[in-house]
């Protein structure tokens, strides 16, 4: 069977979990005999992040001569730097009047931009679709499937791979998305053949609109042997807490993390927190890391290709995040044996821990501190915690997740024989 993925966007140089997730399908699928190719539409170009098959094919479709009006602004700026907060400023002032004057000598509002470009696009993403002869199309996101099927119906199933909470693709509550952009997503959703979700609460927030096939299949996660996982039982001169993520305040909330660790670290001396990633807060962190005085305890470590030996270092996995789709790198702390932190409010996180069971969900950031403490003057806690968390984890097994896959993949072609 050919298969194609299709991540429209951030795929190539992207390190986030949807990338790590597509190579991981990629990969599978290829290993069990079927042709893979992962199609991208990408003005950068660039590479692959994380490793594939040799036999994956990756193409990238884009094309400068497939009509595009470009009318985005520049983004914030997000630093502690009064000169160049207020540059930025400027620059967006001035290039917000230009795109007026563009739209009005064009004759076209906001919506009628966005929808002429997404057509183009869509018209491009069709051919290269028929010239592929595809037997499976799996898009990585409401937003690849929307790019695919707008000018068109793909002529054989698709499979939509929701790698978050399936309402955070095209309503507000994570994300703004413009009044025509919500309704072209949630139309989008009647060509669709099937869709596969995180967990099993997932499938009520599927829209109305969704008739086709939906299968509840986690992310992987790698299980590590006895040997492999944390000690918390063994006697050190330091112990750390860790953090991995992009960084990213108004999703990972890195910024509580610090201000946590902050009312703590004095009756701590021998522990610090460690924040792993790259994104675009971290002047601002660095900045309030100095405000607070805690240069010497808390580390901005920067962007890691080898995630579980930089957590096979922690005591405790603090994850403060405000929502999740699914949560891989709280996954693999916990497949570690690593006690971890997080608020039950948050999705995907309050589907991994059971509360004082697998990890700590906390009811806000006075509780999270409470727990966080328990951890922190407990080495007994953090065995019981973190040997429960990682049997927990033995469900997304990446032989599981795969067969599932498979299986999936196998009722969706038999269903459509039927048919």
């Known amino acids: 069977m050919r298969i194609l993925f299709v991540q429209h966007n951030s795929f190539l140089n992207g390190h986030g979990g949807t990338e790590k997730i597509c190579s991981f399908l990629a990969n599978g699928f290829s290993a069990h005999g ?52 207020l540059i930025s400023r400027v620059k967006r002032k001035y290039q917000k009047v230009q795109l007026a004057k563009r739209r009005k000598s064009l004759q076209m509002n906001e919506e009628e931009i966005y929808l002429q470009n997404l057509l183009h696009r869509s018209r491009q993403w069709s051919s290269y679709i028929k010239s592929v002869h595809a037997d499976l199309i799996i898009s990585m996101s409401l937003s690849s499937f929307l790019e695919i099927s707008y000018a068109e119906k793909p002529v054989v199933p698709v499979i939509n791979s929701v790698n978050g909470r ?9 994300c703004y998305h413009p009044e ?77 993390a610090i201000d946590l660790f902050g009312s703590l670290y004095k009756k701590f001396p021998k522990w610090n927190l460690s924040f792993w990633g790259v994104g675009q807060d971290e002047s601002r962190l660095k900045q309030k890391i100095q405000d607070l005085g805690l240069e010497d305890r808390v580390f901005l470590k920067g962007f890691t290709n080898s995630p579980d030996q930089v957590m096979k270092q922690a005591d405790i996995f ?50 999270m501190a409470i727990k966080l403490e328990m951890l922190m003057r407990s080495a007994e806690l953090r065995m019981e915690i973190g040997a429960n968390g990682r049997e927990a984890m033995k469900e997304f097994d990446s032989n599981v997740i795969i067969n599932k896959w498979l299986a999936f993949v196998e009722e969706l072609v038999e269903k459509r024989e039927d048919d």
């Open 180 to 256: 025509y952009e919500v309704r072209v997503l949630r139309e989008s959703f009647k060509k669709l053949t099937a869709c596969q979700v995180l967990f099993d609460s997932y499938h009520s927030f599927l829209p109305a609109e969704f008739k086709g096939l939906s299968k509840t299949i986690g992310n992987p996660i790698p299980q590590y042997k006895q040997s492999e996982c944390i000690d918390p039982l063994q006697v050190k001169s330091g112990y750390t807490i860790v953090n991995l993520a992009r960084l990213d305040i108004s999703c990972k909330q890195q910024d509580v």
């Open 318 to 367: 603090l994850f403060p995040s405000k929502y999740e789709g699914f949560g891989l790198a709280l996954g693999e702390a916990m497949a570690l044996g690593i006690p971890s932190v997080g608020f039950a409010t948050c999705s995907g996180v309050n589907e991994l821990i059971s509360d004082s069971v697998s990890g700590f969900l906390a009811n806000d950031n006075e509780d």
């Open 166 to 174: 399936p309402d955070y693709d095209f309503e507000n509550s994570v």
């Open 34 to 85: 079927h042709e893979v190719i992962i199609a991208v539409n990408q003005k950068e170009g660039g590479e692959a992040i994380f490793p594939l098959n040799p036999k994956v094919q990756i193409d990238n479709i884009y094309s400068s001569t497939v009509p595009q009006i470009e009318f985005n602004l520049p983004s914030k700026y997000n630093g502690n730097n009064p000169l160049q907060w």
